[in-house]
């Protein structure tokens, strides 16, 4: 491709808009337009990089045994409604009218519909085991879209959905897109750890993230390095560890703390330690009011508590006029005496004595209370987030934490949606079964914006050579140099025949703007034709090199064929 024809209009500038390296380098690469909050166009350079993390996918997927298809993306309402999702994806789902005033919307996933596919088209028991997948366009009305194409509201997925008439079926069809997504993010070049993920109240038996640790994830992991553990914090099991209390069964008491609303205020008031204290937060559970103790250095983790609790919403926190009400106090000073609603306490609470609590009065706490006999609690269970100084709970050597994006997830679903829409089967005893399902997604898009984050520098992009949008650029330094243009163009094609996507450098801009947009877009290896040339010499540079190399024209050539065919 001639840059003096592609279309790359590549930023100086650092647009304000985005937060994120990845971001900021897929605006300044020309790579990315944006149309709306969380809306992107693809431009050359974006889409050449997003259709080879397809074709990755794609090779892989194919390999793993699973089938392609392509599914609608503007969804009749029905489906949804008979799983129940029409309303559990609320606001997140862009839901639209047809003329005729018939319910649709646009995909965000297509659990209901790969079901439905089955239940219309396979005919015999003989046709399980079976994985179908798509590689689409999702739509969901995110919350907080940001950070570019790592958060959008239209996205590229894989979805992947498996059929088995066992669990030993289910089994092997999820280790096989377990293989299968190892191979696809080691292809892509990622670093990439693989975590033990929620599975949600009722749904599925096991699921895992295929998270890319970085600053800019938005999800908590927490392993181990002595024995391999993780888990999204969501999902991690928390050893209880005790701390010192005041010893003896001592005799409860009510204290005056005026002004004291948070924890560090009341240690400072009390001369307590945070651990000392235990904090009682009240949620809504759907339709019901329930409080959350943890310990008082601890946070509640929302969703173990959902979980446990078994709701169909998210939890939220109580509003202040409920707080009022059931507390009859002033919001932060809620505590589980005398308090009407269920108590839901950490596992952790358990090994404290004569601890401090909110009173359920303002500007009152009780000191000294003791559970069991001040209070009865309505579950105990483990309710906290992991963190920095927890142990592993598998192999008791201390964690550690880092935040991930997540790229991939997979998901033993079991019979939540076969049941739901009615795909039955029969068994080769002639038993009629519920069909056993897994789900299987990777972010297609979300995986340009992880691999910008993992692989750049201070002057743009550096690609892994297997989805580089090309995999090499030849440049002439000074483009009204005839001698330097034909050297150039020589090599160009010498690349060309070779099969390596080249670019060549033909504008006519300084050689110092050619540099920088090399550098920026992050193409694998260059070739410099300068003031050398005239004796076949040649610079040679590999884009994660500070230095180039000089090489005879030949040499340089065959280097370039070898780098980009070894790293593919
Ligand atoms: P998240 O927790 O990040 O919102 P999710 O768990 O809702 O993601 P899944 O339903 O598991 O996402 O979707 C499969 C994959 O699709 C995810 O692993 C992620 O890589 C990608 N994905 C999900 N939401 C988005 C989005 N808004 N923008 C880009 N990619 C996304
Ligand atoms: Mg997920």
Known sequence: MRMSKLLMPTLREVPAEAEITSHKLMLRAGMIRKLAAGIYSYLPLGLRVEKKIEQIVREEMNRAGAQELLMAALLPAEAYQASGRWEVFGPSMFKLKDRNDRDFC????????????????????KEYPMTL?????????????????????????????SFDLTEEGLDASYKAMYDA????????????????????????????????????????IAYCDACGWAANFEKAECIPTEVPSPEGDLPIEKIHTPNAHTIEELVEFMGAKPYNFVKTILYKADDK???????????????????????????????PF???????????????????????????????????VGAN??????????????????????????????????????????QGVEVGHIFKLGTKYSKALGLTAQTESGEVADVIMGCYGIGVTRCLAASIEQNNDENGIIWPVSIAPYHA??????SKNEEQVRLAEKIYNELLDA??????????????????????IGIPVRIVVGKKCGEGIVEYKERVWDKAEEKTVDGAVKDVIEFIKSNI
């Open 106 to 125: 646009l995909g965000p996933t297509h659990e209901e519909l790969f079901t439905q596919t089955v239940i219309d088209n396979v005919r015999s028991y």
């Open 133 to 161: 997948y798509q590689i689409q366009t999702k739509y969901r009305d995110e919350g907080r879209p940001r950070f570019g194409v790592m958060r959008s509201r239209e996205f590229v997925m894989k979805d992947a959905y």
């Open 181 to 220: 997504y190892c191979a696809i993010f080691t292809r892509l070049g990622l670093d990439f750890t693989i975590v033990d993920a929620d599975s949600g109240a009722m749904g599925g038996s096991g699921s895992q993230e295929f998270m890319v640790k970085s600053p800019v994830g938005e999800d908590g």
């Open 289 to 319: 009011y329930i409080a959350a103790m943890v310990r008082g250095d601890r946070e509640v983790n929302e969703v173990k508590l959902k979980n446990l609790v078994g709701c169909t919403d998210d939890l939220e926190l109580a509003e």
């Open 322 to 356: 409920a707080v009022r009400e059931l507390t009859h106090a002033e919001v932060g000073f809620a505590g589980p005496v005398g308090l009407d609603i269920p108590v839901y306490v950490d596992k952790e609470v358990e090994l404290m004595k004569n601890f401090i």
């Open 361 to 402: 009065e303002t500007d009152m706490h009780y000191k000294n209370v003791n559970m069991g006999r001040d209070f009865t609690p309505a579950v105990i269970a483990d309710i906290r987030i992991i963190t920095d100084g927890d142990v592993c709970p598998k192999c008791g050597k201390p964690i550690k934490t880092a």
């Open 473 to 478: 650029v030849v440049v002439p330094v000074n």
């Open 499 to 520: 099969g390596i996507e080249t670019l060549i450098d033909d504008r006519d801009e300084r050689p110092g703007v050619k540099f920088k947009d090399c550098d920026l």
